[in-house]
């Protein structure tokens, strides 16, 4: 079977495209598990025969590279100009290289697959990430009975701290599980991402409903075991994306400025009561004042910015452990963390104001696509407007959750995050979802769980 998508020239399988997309999503978001299980060496081959395979899907296929981004590739460029001077330039150049094969393999996805299968194949990747991990933890809690460290890591004698364990075995305890990523907090975006694939595959009849029901179910559940606070908020934006976003494509586009208007002031009173019960919600969410530790750690971030505020210290992404000056300045608890905690913070010590303007233009720009993905109203040939697609919301809601976790976390520029999130870049610059022409892969759908939505975007 071939694809059929007009924006590749190519020829290229849809079976292939999709297997590429559920491997490369799957093995990122897992996390810690690749490694843990494979040893770094055997996860930087899995990582290189998928980086291999993104860049054959790319020669073949070969796809227009002129609509893509202009943001990323002006981001990535600045990026790389801070070689110049940076104190890590070994680290620098080594960065951009995977920074820059991540986007080639989001280009090859983004560039090969419809929205439609890209739903699809990000579904099944959050599904198995999902299903493993409670599968791994159970396994952990009922047969192990104790918390397990990294396998191929050796610490000696020396006391590992908590946030080092692989798994912690409080699945039956009412502790955080942190299955296959190793990490409760993105474990939860892993739960958060599959419900909002699995939903909207449900709202277009893409899966079954008792099996869609159940994964839906799952997912909360892990939402509620892994208790993160910053995934908590992410999901709370996502469900308000979503019901905006439908209550605007109630009303022809010509007519939307007083629910804009509206939708302002809400914003600001929302800031303004965030702002002022900031302690209250905290306190509410399970955190310190400082965001458990985050404050420290920014402040410290603040001050490496301050030495080089206009052109940054060097690209890097995520930190290199052998680097002493990003390595002691964000200690908790006998845990050194190599990020700062906030992706626009981390980029501005990185790269300097210059990048992140860029990097806020990159992140801005592809939100707005996504916004008009989702409220714009299409036409047939025949200038009628044509039935909502639920699809169409995907990129927003995945966008939205996203961004609001790269206020507390860095991971927005690199790993799963960063490929994922430059996929909707990609695709959202190519064609929005109203104007794609039918994939041979989309295969039937069952309108009946599409129904109230497409009256809802008819209106």
């Known amino acids: 079977m071939t694809n059929t998508w007009p924006i590749a020239r190519g020829t290229v399988s849809e079976r292939e495209a999709f297997a590429l997309a559920v491997a490369v999503v799957g093995t990122l978001f897992a996390g810690d598990a690749v490694p843990n299980v494979l040893t770094w060496y055997g996860a930087a081959a899995v990582w290189a025969l998928e980086a291999a395979w993104g860049v054959s899907v790319v020669v073949r296929a070969r796809p227009p590279i002129a609509r893509t981004p202009r943001s990323l590739w002006f981001f990535l460029a600045w990026c790389l100009v801070t070689v110049a001077w940076s104190h890590w330039r070994p680290a620098t150049l080594a960065s951009m290289v995977a920074q820059v094969v991540c986007v080639v393999v989001a ?14 194949a990000v579904s099944v990747a959050m599904r198995w990430v999902l299903g493993l991990s409670l599968v791994f933890e159970a396994v952990v809690a009922v047969v192990v009975r104790h918390p397990i460290a990294p396998i191929w890591t050796d610490y000696g004698d020396r006391k590992i701290p908590d946030a080092f364990y692989f798994s912690r075995a409080e699945l039956l ?27 909207v595959q449900l709202a277009e009849g893409r899966i079954g ?23 908590l908020v992410a999901a709370v934006a996502v469900v308000l994306a979503a019901l905006v976003a439908v209550w605007l494509r109630r009303v022809p586009t010509e007519r939307r400025t007083p629910r804009y208007l509206l939708l302002a002031v ?31 750690i920014w402040d410290a971030v603040l001050g490496l910015v301050a030495r080089h505020p206009v052109v940054g210290s060097g690209w890097i992404g995520y930190w290199w452990p052998n680097i002493p000056e990003l390595a002691d300045i964000a200690h908790r608890n006998g845990v050194t963390y190599l990020q700062a905690h906030d992706a626009y913070l981390d980029v501005w010590m990185q790269t300097g104001v210059v990048g992140l303007v860029l990097f806020v233009a990159y992140v801005l720009t592809t939100l707005l696509r996504s916004w008009s993905s989702a409220t714009r109203v299409a036409f047939g040939p025949d200038l009628r407007p044509r039935p909502f697609d639920p699809v169409s919301l995907f990129p927003l809601l995945v966008v939205v959750a996203l961004l609001v976790q790269s ?38 759908r069952t309108p009946r769980a599409a129904r109230a939505f497409r009256q809802a975007g008819a209106r």
Do not use: H
Request: hydrophobic share 55%; glycine share 12%.
């Open 173 to 199: 305890t009412g502790g955080r599980i942190q299955g296959l990523p190793g990490n409760a907090n993105l474990l939860a975006m892993v739960a958060l991402l599959a419900a909002v694939a699995v939903a």
């Open 209 to 231: 409903r008792s099996r869609g029901l159940v994964w839906l179910a799952l997912a909360v559940v892990v939402l509620g075991l892994t208790r993160s606070s910053t995934v």
């Open 107 to 120: 280009f090859a996805i983004a560039s090969t697959l419809s929205w439609r299968r890209l739903l699809d």
């Open 407 to 444: 206020v507390a976390e860095s991971r927005l520029l690199y790993q799963g995050n960063w490929v994922l999130f430059a996929v909707l870049a990609v695709k959202t610059r190519n064609v929005l979802v109203g104007e794609e022409p039918a994939s041979v892969g989309d295969g039937p």
């Open 266 to 296: 809400a914003a600001v009173v929302v800031v303004a009561g965030g702002v002022a019960a900031r302690s209250a919600l905290t306190g509410l969410l399970g955190k310190t004042s400082d965001l458990t530790g985050r404050g420290e």
